[in-house]
């Protein structure tokens, strides 16, 4: 199984595309399967990636967009494998352009990431209709296309204009048997040796995305009415904006941005809600993974896998996108009413690994 996807470094965090990558590589893995990485990047850029088993291999394509498809095709005619499965817009293009051209029998599945229709508002509106107009057509002619959740699929299928027969759902890999033991590591920071002081956490970029603001004013109001902290793990472009931000509230002695953690779930177990701000989102694998280690969690209800992972506020509040009032009143009551820890990790093993791994290798006539 060939997986073509971005270039994974460390310095990008353990976030993104990335944890679905190494949990299904490592996956693959286990049940048998031989698995290379396909990544573009610079010739002199350092590939060890030391979260994938020792058994997957990395092969660089190379960092130009023809210098990769011209690499891609080579890979296909001489290793000829089985399964190529691509990973976002840009490397599902080219694997489906690649099974056009290559003529190998290589069967090519594309993944979607991410409500397609949402994240593409930020492109012109020739490009935008450019991207739909590929996808349109270039991804019936593959072997299959894997969206991350059901938000994902319907916005493939109604709004971009994918036909449905050829989309199937699959939720993200989002939590391995390594987790608990993670959680269990040191956590440096100070805040949390201070178990009389409420701790909300939220992880990921910083970005424009995961709506940090309505968070922080959110925050601003919980903050107002009772003594708690509030933690984001994460590094991008708003960090300047948030900590301004931060300051102009009052709360910058309560808010702590540390940078991105590579173990995330050590805080995720200390923190005493897990809440994520985001506008938009594929699947939402930060959820899962609070929950896998019993923290209660609040959610926006944002297109598209919160609802999905928390099955429409059963296991945690969601509210609607960019609501700081109704954020604040849902962080107020998760604090004095948290969810049962036992009922939260039961609900997150619905995304393990195995399962994930079982619903590819299925899709992929692998395995029965």
């Known amino acids: 199984i060939a997986i073509l996807t971005p270039f994974l470094h460390h310095a990008s965090g353990f976030g993104g595309i990335t944890p679905w990558l ?6 693959f893995v286990r049940r048998g399967m031989a698995v290379d990485v396909l990544v573009n990047a610079a010739d002199d850029t350092p590939l060890e990636y030391d979260a994938f088993d ?10 130009h967009r023809v210098e990769a498809f011209t690499a891609l095709l080579r ?9 190529l499965l691509a990973a976002g817009h840009r490397y599902n293009a080219l694997a489906a352009w690649a099974k056009a051209v290559s003529r190998v029998p290589v069967k090519v599945f594309l993944s979607v990431h991410e409500n397609v229709s949402i994240g593409s508002r930020k492109l012109s509106t020739r490009k935008r209709w450019a991207r739909f107009a590929v996808m349109r057509w270039l991804y019936p002619r593959c072997d299959g296309v894997i969206a991350v959740s059901e938000g994902v699929a319907e916005d493939l299928i109604q709004h971009v204009g994918v036909p449905a027969p050829c989309v199937r759902v699959i939720y993200n890999p989002a939590v391995d048997d390594l987790v608990e033991q993670r959680a269990q590591q040191v956590v440096e920071h100070p805040w949390f040796g201070d178990s009389t002081m409420p701790i909300m956490l939220g992880v990921g970029r910083l970005e424009k995305q995961k709506d940090f ?12 009415q009772r ?26 002695g309560d808010v ?6 590579d173990n995330p779930f050590a805080y995720m177990k200390r923190a005493r809600l897990f809440v994520l701000s985001s506008a938009w989102e594929g699947f939402g694998n930060v959820l899962a993974e609070a929950m896998a280690v019993g923290t209660p969690v609040v959610s926006t209800d944002c297109p598209s896998g919160p609802g999905e992972v928390l099955d429409n506020g059963r296991y945690g509040a969601l509210v609607p996108v960019g609501d700081v009032d109704a954020l604040a009143r849902a962080i107020l009551h998760a604090l004095a009413k948290p969810v049962n820890s036992t009922e939260l990790v ?5 995304f393990g690994v195995d399962k994930s791994v079982d619903g590819f290798l299925k899709y992929f006539g692998l395995v029965d």
């Open 75 to 83: 890979y296909l005619k001489g290793e000829r494998p089985t399964i």
């Open 256 to 261: 702590a941005l540390p940078g991105h953690m």
């Open 213 to 224: 603001p309505l968070l922080l004013r959110a925050f601003a109001k919980v903050r107002a």
């Open 22 to 27: 190494v949990n299904l590589a490592n996956g």
């Open 54 to 63: 020792d058994c997957v291999r990395t092969v660089n394509l190379g960092y």
């Open 227 to 252: 003594s708690c902290r509030l933690v984001i793990l994460g590094e991008g472009r708003e960090r300047t904006q948030l900590e301004a931000l931060a300051v102009e509230l009052g709360i910058q």
């Open 346 to 350: 039961r609900r997150a093993k619905c």
